[in-house]
């Protein structure tokens, strides 16, 4: 496959630092090892507890005992399991619409396109937040601020993701109340969500559903739990971030009242 034409929108798509968002650490502020960990992308703030406690981690080559340890970054030498932890000190954060046939890992092990081959020339290693099937398309998040990601993605804080399916029939109006109350999967109920019927043909409908958790291929399961599968799926929305006019294989850089909006979607606001 070609290396799919950039948008103007992606010609620069500035790390939102390099674009005004101030959203960067601070090189002298001490902090937390599990905040500093989670910053880097290594794990969730509780996750990276457990790799504390599991004595993985050292800081200046003293194994870390306590939770309550900082450290101060761009000084103190962090390492996980002997290797190094840096913290980037330019965060980006990019929307992409991803086009089918594409995987969101940075490296395939099956050589198959990866979401890599999307990120500009020059940027960091971003992280897809979340992810999108194999054929799904549509908008999804890089980024390199790890806690930002795992902010996000924490089923607890229930950032809504909206989906178009165009899907075999047209769901009734009993479909339609088992897709919002729940939907009997083999890995359990879903969760109340959001769901219309934004178009109906004579044997295929475009169907909206938003969704509260990310379980794997869930609006295609749910689809195809209430009878009617789905032909082609696209994310057209995450939590205040619509895809808009973004063309397939675009990227573009989330301004920084975006980013302040997605956190705000995440917390409340808190
Ligand atoms: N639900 C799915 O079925 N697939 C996706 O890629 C995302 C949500």
Redesign the pocket.
């Known amino acids: 496959m070609t290396k799919p034409t950039k948008s103007t929108e992606a010609a620069s798509p500035l790390p939102a630092e390099s674009a005004g968002a101030g959203a960067s650490a601070s090189a002298a502020t001490a902090e937390r090892v599990q905040k500093y960990l989670s910053r880097a992308g290594v794990a969730s703030r509780r996750g990276a507890e457990e790799m504390i406690r599991a004595g993985r981690v050292t800081v200046n080559g003293q194994v870390v005992c306590t939770l309550g340890d900082k450290v101060c970054p761009g000084t103190d030498e962090v390492r996980v399991d002997g290797a190094r932890v840096d913290p980037p000190t330019a965060l980006w954060y990019l929307a992409l619409n991803k086009p089918p046939g594409v995987v969101t890992t940075l490296d395939d092990p099956q050589g198959r396109t990866t979401v890599a081959r999307f990120i500009p020339d020059g940027a960091p290693r971003l992280f897809p937040v979340g992810?999108?099937?194999y054929a799904?398309t549509g908008l999804l998040l890089l980024t390199n601020d790890g806690e930002f990601a795992h902010l996000l993605m924490h089923p607890r804080h229930h950032v809504p993701?909206v989906?178009r399916a165009e899907a075999d029939g047209v769901p009734d109006a009993e479909d339609l109340r088992m897709l919002r109350e729940g939907v009997d999967l083999d890995d359990g109920k879903t969760a109340p969500a959001e769901a219309r019927v934004v178009r109906a043909l004579s044997d295929s409908s475009v169907v909206e559903i938003t969704?509260r958790e990310?379980r794997k291929?869930?609006?295609?399961?749910m689809l195809s739990a209430v009878g009617h599968p789905?032909r082609l799926?696209t994310?057209v929305g995450y939590g205040p971030i619509a895809l808009g006019r973004l063309a397939e294989g675009s990227v573009r850089a989330l301004s920084d009242a975006e980013v302040a909006a997605l956190r705000a979607s995440a917390t409340g606001g808190r």
Do not use: A, I, N, S
Request: proline share 0%; net charge positive; charged share 45%.
């Open positions: 992810r999108l099937d799904t993701k989906y969704l990310g291929r869930q609006v295609r399961r789905v799926l994310r």
